[in-house]
């Protein structure tokens, strides 16, 4: 249970485009091939390393459909990072993340690290959405960017401790005020000093919910 | 007119009369009126002015319609009437009484407020006008706020100027709001006024249909989700009098309205993050936002996310902490009562407290010290109460499917312990004696649903050991303890929950306890402090045997209750009890009884002391003599469950039998009874593997059908179905304790108070054991034995009638051999036979019986049983075979009285033959005479030569003689003819068995004879 810091992560896009898996993969290493339409929000949790730092991570699944925006709205406030996934073979969910954007900005704080996920890489053969767009999009709006696959695990686990290294980072760099817990970050109470503790629980990460 | 009713008393009544009369006049317009439905407020000018009064006054009218003016007249003219302070006990009553016939009147009311132009209005409405007035439209800062502070005070107190504030109030208060944030003392005066506004005054107590003003003006209030907004933005405001006021009027607002809140909450942007973030706030702040959290979360799965999402588990835990913990105040139970919203039925957030804080900060909220015995204050018990009530909530898991709720209830269970949760819950139920009632009842229960399903809890509560050296005892034993002696109902079922929950799906935990199932020796019974030392099964045996048979059975009953459980889907356990034989406290006579017929043998006594006490017996369904036989019959149910050695032994004893059918078949017995005593029967059926003549399931079904009728013997299941389905849908579901301390504690005297246990009318021990699990395993078992009914009579019973192949004469039989095999087959198809018709016509008459005609009138003439029927229907046909054999005599009778009637008919030709034959012998006789003497006539009157006399004489003679001998002859031939016909006949008669002597007799002589021989001569 003790952590360095505890980060509140909150993933978002349009429906379908495979947020819930990739959560599922990350916390169980499953993948989840029948499409549960999320309701509200579903919340997931598991412990990384970084830094030799054990970091709890606490993810919030959210609604992609359009009826859940106003409950899913109350979470961006309070999240360090979150997850904007798009799915490649669906061009329309690549061109609605401007007004994802627009939402995260106008409720998140403003140092929210986005994490842009090019979802479903391995369905390359019906690809619409090229990486290089991804790119430049991500290029554009000061996210980092990743394509991954839920079902394949491919990117999975990078995407989530690649924003959470970038969060780290921004702590680092005294970008917050740690101590102000609305931005979705927490100090833990103990494993702060010992890089020892840390591998000790990053050893018990994974599939510890369900 | 109203005006006038305001004034003294006499002028009131009359102008109640005023009120009345132009009521009747006006009902049938009113009626009119109201047909036009909501525009009806626009027919007369009073009710126009009104109108325009203000915007927000036709929302409300427009929404209520004319039913609430009708409602607010009422209440306008019962508060007029009731709320002046009145010492007088008769004026009181005078106008309570005047305000009754009023309130079927209250149409009129409406009519004559309608009517009344101007006066209608009450002098608060004006009142309250006039301060609205001065408020919105004074110059003078002072003057308004001034206004504002009174119009608080009206408000307040009157309900009346409530609703006056109601219709006219709020575009006012709102708009000041909205605009005059600066001036700070305004907007508190505002909000204070709003929360007085929305606040019930409990002055009449409440009539059903009366209208509350508070409730009306919060509907108005939160109808607009602006108002709301309005309301969360003043939660920033620097002023704590203003963010006090809004959290409390939001609380009331939430109290009345609290999904049209939630909902608009929920759409409002950060809406509740900003209410989160008053938990931050000063102490007073806090705990008025714990209140309104509270309210806001109840039922509302996406705001508990959301809550939790913004850090709720740590901020309560933190303040929890901070307040002492159980120690702790009300507070204390608010943020625990606040937590219970968070994880009920949420898997999301329960799975977020497991896997980021952990179940220890609630955990150590439990934690009692030894030394702190006598601190049990109201408040204390109330916070475990509440804490406990988390535990279970988290125990029973998340809402979701089965498999999704399963996993989470399992690892919450391991999650809990591991933190060693179990050594609380046991300090709690099992050991503190000095703890409440409510509290050792609460945790027993959660050490159940620790437990339950949970194999790895089960073990550790197994080799739990409670108490202090040197008085340790298994923590199981414990609970039996409990189970067997409280007198406090509660508590008996909760520790009968433990034992369930540890039970369940637990076979070694079964068969454990049941392996302990021996009688103690009578020197250590003879000694019953000495529990410690004995095991969990010989305690309970002895509870199961300890009762005298005429004595209370209150502890055997609980003990059953126990054992069925342990039995409960467990082979092993069900043929280890089997075996338990008791010692007799006599030794030495006959062979010791086992557990079994004991039981039965209680089961017997209990029936057999109800049966004088009719009055009870009839409710006696669950009633509270009756339940020792349920609760028995549904022991006997659960053992004999797949447990053919359990029906056997039972069936041992043909008086068990017995026992059951006439459970059955007794109208008297409660519909439990008789439908447990049913199923048992059933399972002496479904699970009866014996051979045994007497004691198979053929011997069974036909005792049934003989003694119950099998249609009547199937309808107790549809009646048990259905008295369980009525059980299960009058069941209450269980309530947190509520927050007004005095109610918690009328509670927990409640549970303190029941203590006798004789007089519920359900008694809890049926509750704990007819339950779900058990109506799913009557529905399954009823479903076997149906068809295994329909298979029993589809069956023979020798099985001779299926060996068809058998028939065929076995290589090198013998003729003698083969022929006694096939005369065994016949008489074995023959027994079947008959076996076969009377169980068919046993079901001709069910079918009979149950189809279309009175049951009574056909049972009440019908041959008692189909066997008897049978048996009837036999001796009719040997009837009617002697009758046919009879008939044959008869017509062989005739016969031979007709032969007879021949044969003497012939015999008295003959006889009439023989005498003119012997007739004609005299006749000759004489003729010779004649002769004769005419010869001696000639020989001396003649004198003729007599040499020629002589010869002529001879010549003659011998010519007679002649003449005579060969009729002579003639006559004994025929003599002799007749003579061997005679014998002929007469061995013939012998022959038929005819009395020939008589008939002989009657030959002989002419008298004597008997009728026969009348018609005879009569014939001739
Ligand atoms: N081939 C492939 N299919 C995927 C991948 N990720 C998700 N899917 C499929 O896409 C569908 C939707 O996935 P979800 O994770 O339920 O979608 P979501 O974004 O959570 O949708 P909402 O809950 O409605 O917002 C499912 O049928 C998944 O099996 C992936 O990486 N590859
Ligand atoms: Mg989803």
Not at chain 2, 699 to 709: E, L, P, T
């Amino acid at each position: 249970m003790s952590y360095a810091y505890l980060f509140k992560y909150i993933i978002i896009g349009d429906t379908g485009v495979g947020k819930s898996c990739l959560l599922l993969q990350f916390t169980d290493k499953r993948f989840q091939p029948v499409h549960d339409l999320t309701i509200g929000v579903e919340f997931g949790a598991r412990m990384i390393t970084i830094d030799n730092k054990p970091i709890k991570l606490q993810i919030w699944d959210t609604a992609g459909q359009e009826s859940f925006r106003s409950i899913t709205r109350s979470y961006y406030r309070g999240a360090a990072g979150a997850l904007l996934v798009y799915d490649i073979t669906r061009r329309e969910t690549f061109n609605h993340l401007a007004s994802w954007l627009e939402d995260a900005r106008q409720h998140a704080n403003a140092n929210m690290t986005i994490m842009l996920i090019g979802n479903k890489s391995d369905l390359s053969h019906r690809r619409a959405v090229s990486t290089e767009e991804g790119q430049q999009f991500a290029k554009e709006h000061g996210l980092i960017f990743m394509e991954a696959s839920a079902k394949t695990a491919q990117n999975v686990e990078e995407a989530f401790i690649n924003t959470a290294a970038t969060i780290y980072k921004k702590i680092q760099d005294g970008v917050f005020d740690v101590s102000n817990e609305s931005y979705g970050i927490k100090i833990g109470y103990g494993g702060i000093q010992g890089p020892a503790g840390g591998r000790e629980s990053s050893s018990q990460a994974g599939g510890c919910c369900s | 007119m109203w005006g006038g009713a305001r004034g003294n008393d006499n002028e009131k009544s009359k102008g109640w009369n005023v009120v009345a009369d132009v009521g009747s006049h006006g009902l049938v317009r009113l009626k009119e009126v109201a047909e036009k439905g909501s525009t009806a407020y626009r027919w007369e000018g009073g009710a126009e002015r009104w109108r325009r009064k203000t915007e927000m006054a036709e929302a409300c009218q427009v929404c209520c319609g004319l039913v609430t003016m009708a409602e607010v007249a009422t209440m306008l003219g019962r508060r007029n009437l009731l709320s002046r302070e009145d010492n007088d006990e008769a004026r009181k009553q005078q106008r309570q009484s005047c305000a009754r016939l009023l309130e079927p009147a209250c149409w009129m009311m409406v009519l004559a407020r309608v009517v009344e132009e101007g006066k209608n209005i009450t002098q608060g409405y004006s009142h309250v006008e006039q301060l609205l007035d001065r408020i919105s439209n004074g110059v003078l800062a002072e003057d308004r706020r001034s206004a504002i502070t009174e119009l608080q005070q009206v408000v307040a107190e009157s309900s009346s100027a409530q609703l006056a504030f109601g219709a006219m109030g709020f575009p006012v208060l709102l708009s000041v709001l909205k605009e005059e944030r600066d001036d700070t003392e305004i907007i508190r005066g505002s909000l204070e006024t709003l929360v007085s506004a929305l606040t019930p005054i409990d002055a009449v107590q409440g009539q059903k249909n009366e209208i509350r003003p508070a409730s009306m003006n919060s509907d108005i209030l939160s109808r607009e989700s602006e108002n709301i907004s309005l309301l969360l933005s003043l939660l920033s405001e620097d002023d704590f009098y203003v963010r006090y006021y809004t959290l409390q009027l939001l609380t009331a607002l939430l109290t009345h309205f609290s999904n049209r809140l939630q909902e608009s909450i929920l759409l409002i942007p950060h809406g509740i993050i900003r209410l989160m973030d008053m938990l931050m706030d000063r102490e007073v702040i806090r705990n008025e936002a714990l209140l309104l959290l509270t309210h806001l979360t109840r039922e509302a799965e996406e705001i508990q996310k959301i809550l939790v999402f913004e850090g709720a588990f740590e901020k309560i835990f933190s303040i929890i902490k901070e307040e002492g913990g159980s120690d702790g105040g009300v507070v204390v139970q608010d943020c625990i009562e606040l937590l219970n919203n968070l994880v009920r039925n949420n898997a999301s957030n329960q799975i977020l407290l497991k896997e980021t804080i952990g179940f220890e900060p609630l955990i150590s909220i439990l934690k009692l010290h030894r030394g702190s015995a006598y601190n049990f204050t109201q408040q204390k018990t109330i916070n475990l109460l509440h804490a406990l009530e988390t535990v279970d909530l988290l125990l029973m898991g998340g809402p979701e499917g089965e498999t999704i709720k399963n996993a989470n209830r399992l690892s919450n269970q391991t999650a809990f312990a591991q933190k060693k949760i179990i050594d609380h819950l046991l300090m709690l139920g099992a050991e503190s004696q000095w703890a409440p009632v409510t509290v050792r009842c609460r945790a027993l229960r959660c050490i159940g649903n620790l437990v339950i399903r949970n194999p790895q809890n089960c073990d550790a509560l197994a080799n739990k050991l409670v108490g202090e050296e040197p008085h340790i005892e298994p923590a199981l034993n414990a609970i039996l303890r409990i189970l067997l002696r409280t007198t406090v109902i509660p508590e008996f079922v909760a520790a009968e929950y433990v034992v369930k929950c540890f039970c369940e799906k637990n076979a070694d935990g079964q068969a454990t306890l049941a392996s302990t199932m021996i009688q103690p020796s009578s020197g250590s019974r003879s000694n019953p402090r000495d529990d410690g030392a004995i095991s969990f099964g010989s305690m309970l045996l002895q509870a199961l045997v300890t009762s005298e048979p005429n004595g209370d059975l209150e502890m055997c009953s609980r003990a059953c209750g126990v054992l069925s459980h342990i039995l409960r889907d467990n082979a092993y356990s069900k043929d280890r009890v089997l075996q338990v034989k008791l010692e007799e406290s006599v030794p030495s006579l006959g062979p010791p009884e086992s557990l079994l017929f004991r039981l039965v043998k209680y089961l017997a006594f209990a029936a057999s002391t109800k049966t004088g006490d009719k009055s009870q017996t009839i409710t006696a369904g669950s009633g509270d003599g009756s339940y020792i036989q349920t609760i028995i019959l549904q022991l006997l149910a659960i053992w004999l469950a797949d447990c053919p050695n359990a029906v056997c032994c039972f069936l041992d004893s043909p008086s068990h039998l017995t026992c059951l059918l006439e459970r059955v078949s007794n109208p008297h017995a409660g519909v439990f009874v008789r439908g447990l005593a049913a199923l048992v029967l059933g399972e002496c059926v479904l699970h009866n593997n014996s051979t045994e003549n007497g004691r198979d399931a053929f011997a069974v079904v036909d005792a049934i059908s003989q003694k119950v009728g099998l249609t009547s013997y199937l309808a107790q299941f549809d009646e048990l179905l259905k008295a369980f389905d009525s059980r299960f849908s009058t069941a209450v579901s269980h309530k947190p304790p509520p927050r007004s301390s005095s109610a918690s504690m009328l509670d927990v005297h409640e549970v303190e108070n029941h203590n006798g246990l004789d007089h519920m009318e359900d008694h809890p021990n049926l509750t704990a054991i007819l339950d779900p699990l058990f109506v799913t395993f009557v529905r399954k078992l009823e479903a076997g034995i149906r068809e295994e009914f329909v298979d029993v009579y589809s069956r023979a019973k020798n099985k001779a009638s299926i060996l068809p192949s058998g028939l065929e004469r076995r290589d090198g039989e013998v003729d003698g051999d083969y022929i006694k095999r096939l005369k065994f087959f016949v008489e074995n198809q023959c027994r079947d036979m008959q076996d076969l018709l009377a169980r068919n016509s046993n079901l001709a008459e069910e079918l009979v019986r149950s189809g279309g005609h009175g049951a009574v009138e056909i049972s009440a003439a019908k041959p008692s049983s189909g066997r008897e029927r049978i048996q009837i229907d036999a001796l009719r046909n040997e009837l009617q075979e002697a009758r046919r054999q009879l008939e044959m005599l008869k017509s062989q009778k005739a016969k031979m009285e007709e032969e007879v009637l021949f044969y003497q008919s012939t015999s008295g030709k003959l006889e009439s033959d023989l005498k003119s034959l012997s007739d004609a012998y005299n006749s000759l006789e004489e003729a010779n005479h004649r002769v004769e003497s005419e010869l001696k006539g000639v020989k001396i009157g003649a004198n003729l030569s007599h040499s020629e006399v002589e010869r002529i004489r001879t010549e003659a003679r011998e010519e007679a003689q002649k003449e005579m001998e060969s009729e002579l002859n003639d006559l004994l031939v025929c003599l002799g003819q007749e003579q061997s016909k005679v014998e002929k006949l007469t061995t013939r008669l012998v022959e038929l068995g005819d009395d020939v002597e008589k008939l002989l007799e009657g030959i002989g002589d002419e008298a004597g004879l008997p009728d026969e021989d009348e018609d005879i001569e009569e014939d001739e």
